[in-house]
DNA sequence: TGAAATGTTGGGGCG
DNA sequence: ACGCCCCAACATTTC
């Protein structure tokens, strides 16, 4: 009798799953795990969203299977855990953040048995390359590539088959005690965790995905898939997702499958180019002399800039989590390029807050937004806060919601409150730098500043 | 997946 | 009718 161990991290979920299918298929008994890693809890808040999230989605599968749920180093348990159910394989599919690389590396050496599939991406960082076998590191050629290669095998998308009766029913030993164990809290999000609630999204994002593309940067038309969670954490499949989009034709399915393509685009970055995680993309931008203060940074952090969309956006983030792709980039220029703060220290609370957080998009953003990046816009692209709010939020219902203390003012004067005079201050109720504060620096100044910031650094 | 500055064009008002 | 000016609308370049 054949023993297989499924080793569950990113894919928390029971079908369309690379490693379950091959482990169902070549065992006679299935067992899954999943570890909490200490080394990643030491570095979040008690109550971090994301660890309920998880809970959540273990929580599901537990309902079906059973599942050994640890906390500790990984590398320890699962070998332990390996000789302790008298385990013959392990399997797992394969993870391209460089801590996940090593980790996994070490539990491969110590085990032997061990079979990795790839089931996180359509295409792994090796597999869609320049015709002389080097990376892409621009976006639109990697694209172009990915789709050749996507239709070349035509448009064929494997479903791997899990076999449910061959994996070992557990007992329900989950509980909510496992928080304390860990020091956390048990939070209630907005988006609760697991393939059900994951499969209800995707099928009613189905319902709209033809306007994705006219709707998607309009905070307030609710455009996007909120997909993204559920996929970072595998309650449901890639393919799953570009499955969708191939299910009718239309401008918003092509955008959604292109904003996948972006997904493995900075995968197939963090895999080739590890360094991105410290440093610059680009070396000759490593010397930027940030001007931005710490006040500044708290100030973006909390929402009280004074910019109403960025602030907006900002508490939006606190609340629940999530952020509109569109305004991620809007304040990430604003930071970078208005409060002249090092895009680290972005990078870093968005990775803190994020539900969605995932190293290689989150630092392709980043980079991205920050011009230091590979498939770089140029440094004097700068966004203007003002003029993205009124294209892309024009009524001000997005900063109403989250700022509702500037609800009351016109949808000329909500983009930018310092401009109103006093009587439509007064009318609206809304008392700057009482009850919203003034713009913590001048949009102008701070740009020619940032333009003479990049410019001398680059020469 | 920008924005501002600068340049060009063309229509209308007006002497 | 004509030239001139103004300026909006659009195009190009510059950051």
């Keep these: 009798m054949k023993k297989g161990l499924v080793w569950i991290r990113r894919d928390l979920r029971l079908h369309d799953h690379a490693a379950l299918s091959a482990a169902t298929k070549e065992c006679d008994e299935v067992s899954l795990v999943f570890v909490f890693d200490k080394k990643i809890l030491e570095k979040l808040e008690p109550e971090d969203r994301r660890v309920s999230f998880i809970y959540e989605a273990l929580l599901e599968i537990e309902e079906k299977v059973g599942v050994h749920t640890l906390v500790g180093d990984p590398i320890k348990l699962i070998p332990e855990l390996f000789k302790k159910l008298k385990i013959d394989h392990l399997y797992f599919n394969r ?29 792994e960082p090796h597999e869609v390359l320049k015709g002389d076998g080097s990376p892409y590191t621009v976006f639109t050629p990697y694209k172009r590539r990915w789709l050749e290669a996507f239709l070349n095998q035509g448009k064929n998308i494997s479903d791997y088959k899990v076999n449910l009766n061959k994996i070992k029913k557990g007992n329900s030993k989950l509980k909510l005690e496992l928080f304390k164990k860990m020091g956390f809290q048990k939070t209630q999000n907005t988006l609760v965790g697991g393939t059900s609630k994951g499969k209800k999204l995707l099928s009613s994002f189905g319902k709209k995905i033809a306007n994705y ?8 038309m609710e455009g996007t898939s909120n997909l993204s969670v559920y996929i970072r954490f595998g309650c449901i499949s890639i393919r799953d997702m570009i499955r969708l989009s191939l299910k009718n034709k239309s401008s918003g399915h092509d955008i959604w499958l292109s904003e996948l393509i972006w ?75 208005t409060l002249l703060v090092d895009w680290k220290k972005g990078e870093k609370y968005f990775a803190s807050k994020l539900l969605d957080f995932d190293l290689a998009a989150n630092n392709g953003g980043w980079q991205w937004s920050s011009s230091t990046g590979c498939d770089a816009q140029p440094y004097f692209r700068i966004f203007n806060p003002y003029s993205q709010s009124q294209k892309f939020d024009g009524e001000g219902e997005f900063i109403k919601k989250w700022c509702p203390e500037l609800s009351s003012l016109n949808s000329k004067k909500i983009h930018q409150p310092d401009l109103a005079d006093m009587i439509e201050l007064a009318e609206a109720g809304c008392t700057l730098g009482k009850d919203y504060p003034f713009p913590i620096v001048s949009y102008t100044k701070s740009r020619q500043k940032a333009l003479k910031m990049y410019k001398k650094a680059l020469s």
């Design 95 to 123: 993870d391209y953040e460089p801590y996940a690389l090593k980790r996994d590396n070490k539990v491969i050496r110590e085990i032997g048995n061990v079979s990795t599939y790839k089931d996180s991406v359509f295409f």
């Design 263 to 337: 997904r493995e685009f900075y995968q197939m970055i963090l895999g080739q180019f590890p360094h991105v995680v410290k440093k610059e993309f680009k070396p000759k931008y490593e010397g930027i002399p940030w001007s931005g203060t710490t006040k500044e940074f708290n100030a973006w952090k909390e929402g009280r800039t004074g910019f109403p969309i960025v602030d907006a956006a900002m508490r939006c983030l606190n609340e629940t989590g999530m952020m509109p792709n569109r305004l991620r980039m809007v304040v990430a220029s604003f930071l970078c390029k």
């Design 213 to 220: 593309d006219k709707t998607r940067d309009f905070p307030a």
